[in-house]
C-alpha cells in the first residue's frame, strides 16, 4: 500500500458524459500527479500540481481538467468523454518539487474508467 | 514520451539473470527510475539513479551512465513472481517522471 487513495477503483459510463476522479495524496506529500494508461500503452503524464498550484502540463487534453483543494486531495474532470478516453488513470504524489533524491513518486491503484 | 527506449518484450527463465536497458533524452535530465508494474496494477518503486555507477538493492541493480543517456536494471535470482512490466521513467527538474512503454518481462520455468 503506497499511502495513495484513488477513488472510484471502477467506472463505467456513456459516450459524451462527464466523471471526476479522486485522490488522496500521502500524508505529508504537497505534490500530486495525474497519469493516464491506456491498454498496452506507457504512463501519459497529464499535469502536476504542488500545494494547490498547476506546476506542470502534459499530454492533457482540453475536455479533461484537475485541480487541488486546501486539504491536498486532488480531482481530475474528464468531459465529453470519448470511447479513447477507456484508460486506467493514475494519481501519484510526492513530498515536494525539488529533485532530492528522496523525492520518491508513490502511485495509487489507478481508476479504471470504460466508456461505452 | 521524451525519448525513452526500452525493449517491448524479454522472456527469460527462472533462477536466471536478465537486464533490461533504457535509454533516455539528456538533455533536463534529473534522474532515472525503475518501477514495476504487474498488470492492471499501481507501479511500485523499485530503484533511483542520479550519478553514475552501479545502485544495488538485494536482487535489483540499476545502473546508470549519464553521459551515454544510458541505463539498465538487473535482476538476479529470477522468481516467477517478477514476471512483470519494467518501467523506466526519467526526471525533470519539476520532478515530473516521463515513462517509456515498459519491457514485459515473462519469467518461463
Known amino acids: 500500500d503506497s499511502g495513495v487513495t484513488q477513488t472510484p477503483k471502477h467506472l463505467i459510463t456513456a459516450t459524451g458524459q462527464r466523471v471526476t476522479l479522486r485522490c488522496s495524496p500521502r500524508s505529508g506529500d504537497l505534490s500530486v500527479y495525474w497519469y493516464q494508461q491506456s491498454l498496452d500503452q506507457g504512463l501519459q503524464f497529464l499535469i502536476q500540481y504542488y500545494n494547490g498550484e498547476e506546476r506542470a502540463k502534459g499530454n492533457i487534453l482540453e475536455r479533461f481538467s484537475a485541480q487541488q483543494f486546501p486539504d491536498l486531495h486532488s480531482e481530475l474532470n474528464l468531459s465529453s468523454l470519448e470511447l479513447g478516453d477507456s484508460a486506467l488513470y493514475f494519481c501519484a504524489s510526492s513530498v515536494g518539487l525539488r529533485s532530492s533524491s528522496g523525492n520518491t513518486i508513490y502511485f495509487g491503484e489507478g481508476s479504471w474508467l470504460t466508456v461505452v | ?109
Not at chain 2, 28 to 54: I, K, M, R
Request: aromatic share 12%; proline share 3%.
Open chain 2, 1 to 109: 514520451g521524451q525519448n525513452i527506449d526500452q525493449p517491448t518484450e524479454m522472456t527469460a527463465t527462472e533462477g536466471a539473470i536478465v537486464q533490461i536497458n533504457c535509454t533516455y533524452q539528456t538533455s533536463g535530465f534529473n534522474g532515472l527510475f525503475w518501477y514495476q508494474q504487474h498488470a492492471g496494477e499501481a507501479p511500485t518503486f523499485l530503484s533511483y539513479n542520479v550519478l553514475d555507477g552501479l545502485e544495488e538493492k538485494g536482487r535489483f541493480s540499476s545502473f546508470l551512465s549519464r553521459s551515454k543517456g544510458y541505463s539498465y536494471l538487473l535482476l538476479k535470482e529470477l522468481q516467477m513472481k517478477d514476471s512483470a512490466s519494467y518501467l523506466c521513467a526519467r526526471r525533470t527538474g519539476a520532478n515530473n517522471l516521463f515513462f517509456g512503454t515498459g519491457t514485459r518481462l515473462t519469467v518461463i520455468p
